[in-house]
């Protein structure tokens, strides 16, 4: 009897076994990083905050149900608006996402230009007032919203998915720390950075996806990352090892 055809066919099965499997795998991996398309922005403005169902005999109807998508619309600039990654550029992650809600919120219009300098001048000011700019916690970002902007917040630990959706279904932006490098995205330099911030801007929640600004690329609008990803590498600056520091966000009210 020939076994040859027999042993051929084997080894074809196994090969394309083995080049679907790697497909796919590279498929996942690319999902779990870039996470696709986000859907379409709408302004903070048309949506309609979502209100809690009390439970009280004849009750008025609840608010509107959390839709299963959102993307809030926002004008983006990354944290180098000019392609600069010098310092201090380089560490103005945390500006630039403050810098970009506060824009939203308190309608500033800034136009690129605009936005370097108001940066610049973030800089400066926490030098003053902090020390230093370059590490800025979640409090110490908290606390710059509301003097130099404004903006009140409210900081949530260990957040869910649901918590995330909660709060843009209410209009509300987040700003994020991470631990940078966990992020894994791929337009960062170096893995990117140890510490950094962006603004979580959206979701999806069939897809289980977070929609951001991320101000660390200048590919960031509309930047995409699975929940996995946001959960795992969410983290609030830490002096030895960053992912060590707390998992918290920042809902700006």
Known sequence: MNTMPIKFLIGLITATSLAIGWFAFGRLQEIKVHGGTAPEAVSIESVEPVKTPTIVEDAPAAGPEIPEALNLEMVFYSQAPFGNWDYPWQEACEEASILLVANEYNKMNLTREDFNEELLRLVEWEKVYFGSYEHTTVAQTAEMLKLEYGLDSA??????FEDVQKIIAN??????PFAGKLLGNPNFRNGGPNYHMLVIKGYNSQKMQIITSDVGTRNGENYVYSWETIALALHNWHDTDITLGKKLIIEVL
């Not at 900081?155 to 869910?160: A, D, L």
């Not at 209009?171 to 994020?176: C, D, N, Q």
């Open 155 to 160: 900081i949530h630990e260990n957040p869910s």
């Open 171 to 176: 209009g509300h932006l987040i700003v994020a």
